[in-house]
């Protein structure tokens, strides 16, 4: 088997950066991107196999970038599609160089802190306790913080990152598990390239050594659906009118989320993801929900449907 | 008429306090807040009779901070209801000291930037045919970066800000209108709280010297109903169920959000908007949807009614 090219948030020890890992395996080959759109782009243009990007976290919910993207009003990503998604667990740690601190007995010789601005409001607790009124930096991503106070030498700072960025940056780990809720987590999708003969043929448990052929045949595995759409304007109850549509066929709205068209002021895109119970690869259903859908909205998509 | 105490996200001359002094006019006490969360507490044990908070931005979407608060998982707010809505065309100027520029023609002695992180945003086709490569750094609010650039007398720094922040802080207007995009607006909601009998002899219209009176009496006007709720999670379908009760009411769905409920994992608050055609003070359709909605939702709460 060829070895996948996974594109994802860089730099390398980011959250994205893991859950590459955690999904793919060690085998994938990894193409870290400066932004979702970078990795949106480059699964569409071929560059890269799959992408994994985060859509919403359990603490601070939807990932609005990454909606925007979804929502794609200028077709830009029209091969892309959804084909799997991944939970990871999200704990943050205090970091530092080694030299500057050794743990909770000489915290307070830490004058600095560098993070991503999410962070601080998931480690609210833990920093009121030990580090209130120290300056904070806010700083593109957790790995560039981790980055940052690996070269600062001459500053005595400390990062709030993952254990992993740690590894990478060579950063001695203060303290584990820093943020508020032990709960913490990101979900990440998965995309695809539609047109890419490649990647139609894995299968992702694969990867993580736990085959399909392990799942009893008869097990009914939950699959969940994610179509975006526009309703017409001039028509009053439409988006009532497209919602039921997933009612009629048995499907659970698990998620809505609306975003600008970027069109027309006021107009909506709107992101639905639904849930069923079937069997693996039939996704029969949301064929005839989009053959439904088209005659009640406009600019009608499925971005696809996969096993959760 | 006694003054109403207006409060809303300060500091003074941001386009919260512009929306204050457009909606509530010149006469209103206004009340400047450092959050939006202490906005809505000073409604809820009122210090203040009003507050006018940001929802939506045409261009960017949602405003999640106000969602959050207006899911409140806590019951802080359950005195505050929404009574109106105010429209602010959001216009963005170039802003710096007499004496560091004068215009286009000298925009190249310009060495830094500051403004709210949204407005980078909104500005780019502006920012990228003249201020290139140019350091930005993000402050709390553009009546911030304002007051900033007033202050720094040793530096050569422009603000993006409005032109009510050029007013106050004595800055120079280099360019007007910015945006990219000049039907840029956000929309604001009116908050009172429900046990005030003061605030329920205002009409909002007469603070506008446009009163009630000269509309003709039988003009349909489009009403607005916030509901907020959560769906039972072992109950597939509810959200479905849910949407159908506005619809058999003859309500359009014009807006549905979802945030974190913070309670449980992956559990959310539906915040929905619908709208109807009415005379003005009926809002017993509402009352009517609240009672069906209570039987397929959990902790579901009528927000208000009011003329769009």
Redesign the interface.
């Known amino acids: 088997m060829e070895r996948p090219i996974v594109t994802f948030l860089g730099p390398a020890a980011s959250f994205s950066h893991q859950a590459a890992v955690e999904f793919f395996g060690k085998s994938a080959e990894l193409l870290p991107r400066l932004s979702f759109a970078d990795a949106f782009a480059a699964v569409q243009q071929g560059e890269a196999d799959y992408a994994i990007i985060p859509c919403e976290n ?5 990932v ?1 970038q990454t909606l925007d993207l979804l929502a794609d009003p200028n077709n830009l990503y029209q091969d892309v599609a959804v084909c799997g998604v991944h939970y990871l667990t999200v704990h943050h740690c205090l970091l530092a160089r080694r030299g500057v601190c050794t743990g909770q007995q000489d915290y307070e010789s830490v004058a600095k802190l560098y993070t991503h601005p999410q962070a601080w409001g998931q480690c609210e607790s833990f920093l009121g306790n030990y580090f209130k009124g120290i300056e904070r930096q ?1 700083v593109s991503s957790t790995s560039r913080a981790a980055e940052i106070v690996s070269k600062g030498k001459s500053e005595k700072s400390a990062a709030i990152a993952s254990r992993f960025a740690a590894e990478l940056h060579g950063l001695l780990v203060l303290e584990e598990n820093i943020e508020d809720k032990n ?1 913490n ?1 990101t979900r990440f999708l998965v995309l695809r390239n539609i047109k890419s003969k490649h990647t139609a043929l894995h299968l992702f448990r694969d990867m993580n050594n736990c085959t399909m052929q392990e799942l009893p045949a008869y097990t009914p595995v939950a699959k969940k659906t994610l179509v975006s759409f526009m309703v017409r304007q001039d028509t ?6 497209a ?2 549509i ?2 009629s066929y ?1 499907m ?2 698990t ?6 068209s ?1 069109k027309k ?2 107009q ?1 895109v ?1 992101l639905v993801e639904c849930q069923t119970a079937g069997s693996i690869g039939d996704s029969r259903a949301a064929i005839d929900i989009l053959g439904d859908l088209q005659s009640v909205t406009e600019t009608c998509r499925h971005w696809g449907t996969w096993t959760e």
């Open positions: 359990s603490t601070n919910g939807s609005v806010d709960d987590r009053p109850g439409a988006l009532a009118e919602l039921l997933f009612k048995g659970n709205l998620s809505i989320n609306s975003r600008p970027r002021t006021w909506y709107f």
